[in-house]
């Protein structure tokens, strides 16, 4: 049972409209979301309900969801929504409240998606750019699950699909830098 | 001799899937007096008129016998083909093989086919000593009334009246308005409906072709169509309107207070009051039921004050009579009372209410100025329940029907509430939301997004009581999950239900409603204006339930009719009535008495050829009767004949089964 109590403003909504650029109360609970979506099955609440959640102000429930997590910003969606909202950005904007105020879910995919988004920025902090083998390698140790998808390793390898190094580049500099000004800005607004 | 011609409609695949038409075709050919035959798709249309038309000229028929669809349908289509092939049109039967046979009689056709042949040899047979008939004329009283003064009454007046046809206008309450004028802002523009209605209300009061008589009821209509005589009560206002000013010293004075009906009960009017500040007449009444002076004898205080010496305790009601022609009915409608929503806990808690008071609310010249109150402790409410669809599409309440304008006025609450309260927030649950009309989705979008009015599909299932708060429990389906609103309002929208008095006012007038009391038009589609009665037609909310631009529209739609009915000088009628031989009536008058129209009167001719003794037979009137037959199966003498239903005619289609 969710009790709606007064809350003045709804503070949730009127946060994720402003990091997403979106209006959730466009939504008008057609579905056609739910039905676009290629991974609607997995998640425990699909695009239509975490709209209604935020327009109920259901801040906690919607924070708790794996749905944010599970999308993959294909904006199959978007592209098919009668009232233009912008759905991957809604979720996006849930998913960067969640890691500014520091919600976790106990779901088990949840956090392994979650640590796979961190390994990768932090691959693309240090070389500019994606090392594939390290971050497979690195994912496997931090989930610890060794030798997950280790079968495929010999044949990829082979055929070059996973090159050894990294290659140099000559704007990991200028990238490095964007990381530096990203964190000065998100101390400021603190 | 007389020479027949027989059509047999296929009416697409309506009576030829059932009927086997051939077969019917030379049934009719076995008759003697048949002398051409044939079937075709589509008989109504006009190459199947065509057929009927060059068959008349060919074979010189002298009656047509049409076998299709009902009469009701077509009877006028074909009788206008005979007139064209200069035949009277009097002279065409039609056989009902449609409604009577092949619709019914699904199951067997063969049944279906000897019941058709049979309808057919019936109809030959009565066509056969059919006679020439000529259209009736009668004169017609160019004088329109309307019933009721809300914005359909006043929209059909000022039409009618602006075609300078005079206009009676009979209002019940003291002032024209109706529930309009209750209303603060209208959907889907947000204009103030006062603004719009009162220049209106004025036009009506100061047109020369209106007459408006407020404070009345109509409570006697005789006669037909062109020619009506209405009876209106016009109720004792104890007020002389000729000399009252209307300065209003008399309400500010009188010590009695009774519930305001303007502003739906929420604060108090005195016992001599206008209904509102805008009325028209802006002249005061009393209310003989609470006056103090007219119950015991006592007070008199309203006499005192006034200056004009305009207050006539003596006044008694008044009896005004009409000659009309054509009636506009627009009684409006009425908000179904929801006790039986014994969940919700209706008439328990104060701070459930139903939309019709939040409207007088948050209306600017409303009881509170404007602002939404809790009833029970006149705070400002933050969170309001409007709870959609309260009465309205349950059967179980025993209203099946969709009220048709909560959905819009709910999201104009949604709207209208954020106005006058920026911090609140409105709740809606609501079933469908249905905004089919110009502008309408946008406006609901614009509740949604504009104040933020979040919409939870699902009925409420109870309301309880917790604190000073109201706890709104149902489930929001588009999360499956149940949701309970901490509400500080409830806001409840209930069935728009038809005018109490319209059973009543309909057996006065003599037209027919439908089970929740709603007035019936003649035909839901193609005749949705007129009544089955003539010269009567519906305007508004006494039909069904609709918003102002769909009852303006209607009301338009009557006066366009009622001018068309007036446009000539005389109306033609049906020649299907009663003529009497004097010779056979031996002065019953058993006729008169069950002739429902009043169109049989008595009168004295001499008993013989010179004679100087007098004796009564009955004598009808032409114009007035309507063929109904009433008075041929009550004569014992087998005096009165019905023209198109003459005994010759019955006999012989008996005889021909």
Redesign the interface.
């Known amino acids: 049972m969710i009790t709606l109590s007064y809350q003045g403003k709804n503070t949730f909504l009127e946060a994720v409209n402003k990091k997403s650029g979106a209006d959730v109360l466009e939504c008008y609970q057609c579905g056609k979301c739910v039905s676009t979506c290629p991974v609607s099955n997995f998640m425990d609440f699909p695009p239509r309900e975490i709209m209604q959640m935020i327009k109920l102000g259901l801040k906690e429930e919607t924070q708790m969801a794996n749905s944010m997590w599970f999308c993959l910003t294909c904006s199959a969606c978007s592209g098919r929504c009668p009232r233009e909202i912008d759905i991957p950005a809604v979720m996006e904007a849930v998913r960067h409240i969640a890691i500014e105020e520091n919600y976790h879910s106990d779901n088990k995919q949840v956090k392994n998606i979650r640590k796979f988004h961190e390994i990768f920025l932090d691959m693309i902090k240090r070389y500019g750019r994606n090392y594939e083998l390290r971050m497979m390698a690195e994912f496997n140790i931090r989930t610890r699950n060794l030798f997950k998808d280790m079968h495929l390793a010999p044949k990829a390898l082979l055929k070059g699909k996973i090159p050894l190094g990294v290659k140099s580049m000559k704007s990991a500099k200028a990238i490095r830098k964007m990381y530096e000004m990203a964190d000065k800005l998100e101390k400021q607004n603190k | 001799m007389a020479r027949v011609g027989v059509f047999v409609c296929f009416c697409g695949a309506n009576i030829a899937d059932f009927v086997d038409v051939p077969t019917v075709v030379e049934e009719a050919k076995k008759i003697r007096e048949v002398k051409f035959a044939i079937d075709y798709k589509y008989m109504c249309s006009d190459p199947g008129q065509q057929m009927i038309r060059d068959a008349i000229v060919q074979h010189r028929l002298t009656s047509i016998v049409v076998a299709a669809c009902s009469p009701r349908m077509h009877e006028k289509t074909f009788r206008k083909a005979l007139s064209d092939a200069g035949m009277n049109p009097y002279l065409l039967e039609v056989a009902n093989i449609r409604e009577h046979s092949s619709w019914v009689h699904q199951k067997d056709k063969k049944a279906a086919t000897d019941k058709a042949g049979d309808l057919v040899r019936m109809a030959v047979a009565k066509s056969i000593a059919n006679e020439q008939l000529h259209e009736i004329s009668v004169p017609v009283t160019k004088r329109a009334l309307v019933i009721g003064g809300g914005i359909a009454g006043i929209q059909a007046a000022l039409d009618i009246a602006d075609a300078r046809i005079p206009v009676t206008l009979v209002e019940r309450s003291p002032s024209i308005g109706g529930r309009m004028a209750q209303l603060d802002e209208t959907f889907p523009t947000l204009d103030c409906s006062q603004c719009i209605l009162t220049p209106k209300m004025v036009d009506v009061a100061s047109h020369p072709y209106i007459e408006l008589i407020p404070y009345s009821e109509v409570i006697e209509l005789d006669g037909f169509v062109g020619n009506y005589k209405a009876k209106i009560r016009k109720k004792a206002s104890y007020v002389n309107f000729k000399s009252c000013t209307g300065c209003g010293a008399c309400w500010q004075k009188c010590p009695v207070k009774v519930p305001n009906e303007y502003n739906m009960g929420i604060d108090k009017r005195k016992a001599i009051y206008t209904p509102f500040p805008q009325a028209v007449p802006n002249k005061p009444v009393i209310d003989a039921e609470h006056c103090t002076y007219l119950l015991k004898g006592k007070c008199g205080i309203c006499a005192k004050v006034c200056e004009k010496g305009s207050i006539d305790y003596t006044m008694q009601d008044e009896i005004i009579e009409r000659e009309i022609g054509a009636v506009v009915v627009a009684t409006g409608y009425g908000m179904w009372d929801a006790k039986p929503y014994e969940e919700y806990g209706v008439g328990r808690y104060k701070d459930i209410i139903n939309s019709l008071e939040f409207e007088r609310m948050v209306s600017s010249n409303g009881p509170t100025g404007g602002v939404p109150m809790r009833p029970s402790d006149g705070k400002i409410p933050?969170?309001v329940v409007f709870i959609k669809c309260v009465g309205s599409r349950d059967k179980a309440k025993g209203i099946e029907f969709c009220s048709k304008i909560c959905c819009m006025y709910t999201a104009k609450h949604a709207i209208l509430l954020h106005h006058k309260v920026h911090?609140s927030?409105a709740?809606i649950f609501y079933m469908d939301i249905r905004a089919a009309g110009k502008g309408y989705e946008e406006f609901v979008?614009r509740a949604?997004?504009e104040t933020?009015a979040?919409?939870?599909?699902g009925r409420v299932s109870k309301i309880y009581q917790k604190g000073d708060k109201l706890m709104v429990r149902g489930e929001?389906a588009?999360?499956?999950?149940?949701?309970?609103?901490?509400a500080?309002l409830v806001v409840l929208a209930t069935a728009v239900i038809p005018d109490k008095g319209n059973p009543a006012l309909a057996r006065l007038l003599g037209i027919s409603y439908d089970k929740y009391g709603y007035l019936s038009e003649a035909h839901p589609k193609l005749r949705p204006v007129e009544t089955a009665k003539a010269g009567i037609f519906l305007a508004g909310c006494t039909q069904a339930p609709k918003d102002i631009p769909e009852t303006v529209a209607q009301a338009s739609a009557c006066a366009a009719k009622v001018c068309g009915l007036f446009a000539g000088d005389t109306m033609k009628k049906d020649p299907m009535v009663s003529t009497v031989s004097r010779e056979f009536c031996s002065g019953c008058q058993n006729c008169v008495k069950v002739c429902p129209y009043q169109a049989i009167v008595t009168e004295d001719i001499p008993l013989g050829h010179g004679s100087k003794e007098m004796r009564t037979v009955a004598k009808i009137n032409e114009g007035v009767c309507q063929g109904c037959g009433s008075c041929v199966a009550i004569c014992r003498s087998m005096a009165i004949n019905l023209a198109g239903f003459t005994d010759p005619q019955i006999i012989n289609e008996i005889v021909a089964i």
């Open positions: 933050k969170t911090d927030r709740y979008n949604q997004v933020g979040v919409y939870l599909r929001d588009q999360i499956g999950q149940e949701v309970e609103v901490e500080d």
